[in-house]
Every structure is written in C-alpha cells, then in structure tokens.
C-alpha cells in the first residue's frame, strides 16, 4: 500500500537530527493509516496512536531546548502551535480508548496536513538562523 505521506528534500530544514525526528512522525503517521487500513484491532492502533502521542512530545521538547540552545525562540505562536497539536492527539487517544471511531480518513489528513504545514511554514523558520550553525 502506498504510504500516506512522502517524505521529499523540500521538507528538510537542515538540521540532520531534526530532520531524522520529523521522518520518524512521518513513518508513526504512516504506521496508523496502514494498520487503519488494514483493519488492525483496537489494541493495535491505540499502541501506534501512544508512541504518536510520545514521540511528539519528545520531538517538540527537543526542538524547543536546541530552539532555546541557540536564542532563537521559541516563539510563544510556536509553543503554542505545539501545546495545541499534542492536546489534540491526546484527545484521539482518550477518545479511542473509550471506545468511539475517531480513526479514518480525517483524522489522518489532520495530522498529515498539520505536520507538513508545521514543519513548512513555523519550523522552516529556524532553517536559517539556527540549522546553518549547526551539523
Ligand atoms: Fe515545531
Ligand atoms: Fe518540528
């Protein structure tokens, strides 16, 4: 099956190890909608919708101290952009747990048009201040 989200050199903002954890979001995304297309059991999903909700969170809080490491931000509208982002998923999370179809095809064009917009238009931002000083 065709992954849902490819990834391509436009989305690279040039830090090597921000890059690496944004392809791995991007493969967790695509985790989910393969077994969502797949029909994979409840139990299944909820463990690929937690180490969405795990790995966001560690990314978003990397990405915040090199952001803070450098003195570049981040800004309140990123912090903010984040915080939201991870109570939404958190949301999914609950809600599937209780039992209520939250997983299809808007939720996974959320997160995909979410995460590329994000990384195209806030966390491109830092691409040249911050990523260009370092490897
Ligand atoms: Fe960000
Ligand atoms: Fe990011």
């Known amino acids: 099956m065709a992954d849902l989200i490819i990834w ?4 690279s903002v040039g830090c090597n190890y921000i890059d690496q954890q944004h ?25 690929i919708l937690s180490e969405l909700v795990d790995y966001t969170k560690y990314h978003f809080s990397a ?7 450098h003195g570049f931000g981040p ?20 809600r599937h747990e ?8 808007d939720m996974l064009n959320f997160l995909k048009d979410w995460l590329l917009n994000h990384i195209l238009k806030t966390d491109m931002s830092y691409s040249k201040p911050v990523c260009s000083k370092v490897d």
């Open 8 to 11: 391509t050199d436009k989305y």
């Open 23 to 47: 392809k791995k979001l991007i493969d967790i995304i695509n985790e989910l909608h393969s077994a969502f297309m797949g029909r994979e059991s409840k139990d299944k999903l909820g463990e």
């Open 63 to 69: 990405e915040e101290e090199m952001l803070k490491k």
């Open 75 to 94: 800004s309140d509208l990123h912090k903010k952009q984040h915080q939201e982002f991870v109570e939404k998923i958190e949301i999914f999370k609950k």
């Open 98 to 105: 209780l039992g209520d179809e939250i997983l299809g095809f």
